[in-house]
């Protein structure tokens, strides 16, 4: 094992490749081709090349919407072996079924095939790098790089290298990814859920509690969210919302003041747990909320508001 | 105490008081005259009714930015007593500062003063309804109705009425809230924090945790969120984004497969308190993701920002 003193960034990668093109890797194919970068696929369905120009389509059409790029569309190509995929390629993403021995088998098999310049990011959410890095040669360029569904929309990646990853990988990832436009964030120490997914559940913890308890509906706990706080975490984090919340003196006297009043409400939120009768509870609370509308009908919507707010968003930067 | 059958509702209101006019009052007061209400304002403060005037004036500004109410601007008419203030008030809204006592006793001289088909609403955060209800005469029309700041741009209104508030008052309330275009939630069973700040404080409370234990900054997390997870809460609750991390089988396949997986996170996350140490992170950390910017700039960002999702959401609406 040699580490290498500085790995392919923003400046060299031109292809990437996709291993796995499920929706997760479907949708960073979309991303990278709007983007243009050329994509070499690989995915061991039967039906994958047929599957991953559906998601493709969607994407491409989703990103569009956003905005248009300012390069020319990549080209995508498909490959019918990880060998062919990698060949070439200056970043690999990883979207394997969250399996570990399938996922540390691939990721082997991946780093010993490439130069030791690429970095090969997982797109992992529930594991940490360091067991992913296990029977790699070169664990120090195996990092967790994981997107935020729907990837090819929602801009926040998630960097993670573990006790072996190398910081120089992270940094070459980082930048890569800043310049196609996402927001990736450095995590320096690992944890389950790494940090979107771990502050997601908090909060679903907490919402399951409400319904659990007989507090509030399932469709009331969600417009309560979506009509109130929810508004503000899409345009400040929670450290913020509480910054604001403290007057002129900010967080400093937030914690002064109402810190111990948090601490009380802290000490009251639930412990539930998943039982039948939770579950049929969120079942049919989740019935009445979806109100017969279809799957794709929800996540329609879901992803017309989200290209909404990302433009917003974009328009309100570029008004700077 | 006599409860009534019928408490005074969308149809009938025409005047609301304000009793308390800091900046929740303020809004709220900003809020009704958009709508086409009076509004009867009074606050103990020796520079009361200039400030509410410039809290008026600011949020006037915001609301017309959202879009322009179909009535004409109600009118402001300051007031040197409560008594004034609720005198031919067909709502009142009460936004004194959070102390029970206080509290306690502005409603039951307020209620005192009052026909009884009016309805009461408390600003309260804190507070449960049954508390506030103490010293009232008629505690069936004294209610929980929380905004979540900032309240002229936030449509969430949260009702509880707790044990002794009369359900036909809710629903006064509700439908008065709904026809001004608030999103009124009901709540079922008084809780510390209500809803949406129990949601809120639980996703903060894994916030302040990742800070603690080092996994990431301040600003990072902030940044995870509001590129991330945040984006979706703005479209979508916690269950609702659950449901659609099912697959097609929604939430019931998610609690199927991943239920165990949800269940070990939350085993997972962590139980901070606010001692010196995590006191002095937050603050360095919330230092340097403000980088200078003033508190007034910070929040013009966030309204300018929510101002313009809102339109969007609005207009999303309306297209269907």
Partial sequence: MSAVSAYRGKEDIRTVAMIGCGLIGGMW???????GLDVRAWDPAPDGERQ???FVDSGLHDLEAVGSSSRPRGRLIWCSSIEEAVAGADY??????????????????IDAALPADVVIGSSTSSFPASLLQAQCGSPERVIVAHP???????????????????????DAAYGFFESIGKVPVRIA?????HLANRMSAALWREAVNIVAEG?????DVDRAIRHGPGLRWAVEGPHM??????????LEAYLEHLGPAQEARWATLGTPLLDAETKRKLIEGMRAEVAGRSMSELKWRRDRLLIGILRLLADDEAAK
């Fill in 29 to 35: 194919a979309a991303y990278f081709l709007h983007c």
């Fill in 52 to 54: 991953l120009a559906g």
């Fill in 92 to 109: 690999v993403q990883e979207n394997a079924p969250e399996k570990v021995p399938l996922k540390q088998s691939l990721l082997a098999g």
């Fill in 148 to 170: 935020f569904n729907p990837p090819h929309l929602v801009p926040l990646v998630e960097l993670v290298g573990g006790e072996r990853g190398a910081p120089v990988a992270i």
């Fill in 189 to 193: 120490r690992e944890a389950v859920g």
């Fill in 215 to 219: 507090i509030a509906s399932v469709e």
């Fill in 241 to 250: 919302l509480y910054h604001l919340g403290g007057g002129e003196g900010g």
